[in-house]
């Protein structure tokens, strides 16, 4: 069973680890390590040119991907609302936004997240942390510390926790339009 320093150093060393969200789990690592990201699209069998989202329990680890000159205050309202059900907001990506990230998009796909597992894991690593549902290509999305160990293996790293009371993976919204993308 690891602790959360030892998944937060693993962030740091650019590996994949798994963690519970509001509803599965989810794949992550440091949004800004390329060698990372690549590690978990192979991981997963997933398209670069799809993107990732990328989540975090505070604004500050997400203003980095966001092109903040963009956004007005009825934007940044929305983003961080309180929902009844987890959302994911498509802004527009900063010009430090790596494509590796956001795929073929000029957008990044952000979720502030406020599950405890999460919330400790960014605060020990001090980055926001990628998010993908935690499933091999044509597997169910993982709802328990040991689906993730008989799709992974059981030494694959991973945060021993509950996911939140979700019962769908987040509703995906365009900042601009409200216009949802992918239902919740």
């Not at 060698?35 to 505070?58: D, F, N, T, Y």
């Not at 009844?84 to 900063?94: E, L, M, N």
């Not at 599950?115 to 328990?144: I, K």
């Amino acid at each position: 069973m690891y602790t959360i320093s030892q998944l937060a150093e693993l962030i740091k060393q650019q590996q994949v680890i798994a963690y519970p969200t509001e509803a599965v789990f989810g794949l992550g690592c440091d949004p800004n390590s390329e060698s990372a990201v690549l590690k978990l699209l192979a991981l997963k069998q997933r398209p670069p040119e799809k993107g990732l989202i990328v989540i975090a329990p505070h604004l500050d680890y997400l203003l980095p991907f966001i092109d903040q000159r963009r956004l007005q205050t009825e934007h940044w309202q929305r983003l961080q609302a309180d929902y009844d059900r987890p959302v994911t907001w498509v802004v527009p990506k900063s010009a430090v936004t790596p494509d590796f990230l956001s795929g073929e998009f000029d957008s990044i796909a952000v979720r502030l997240c406020h599950h405890a597992g999460v919330t400790a894991l960014c605060e020990a690593a001090q980055t926001a942390l990628t998010s993908t549902s935690a499933n091999l290509s044509g597997m169910p999305p993982c709802r328990t510390a040991q689906d993730v160990r008989l799709q992974f293996g059981g030494k694959f790293p991973l945060l021993q926790s509950a996911v939140g009371n979700a019962d769908k993976p987040s509703e995906i919204r365009d900042i601009f339009t409200n216009q949802i993308i992918r239902q919740g």
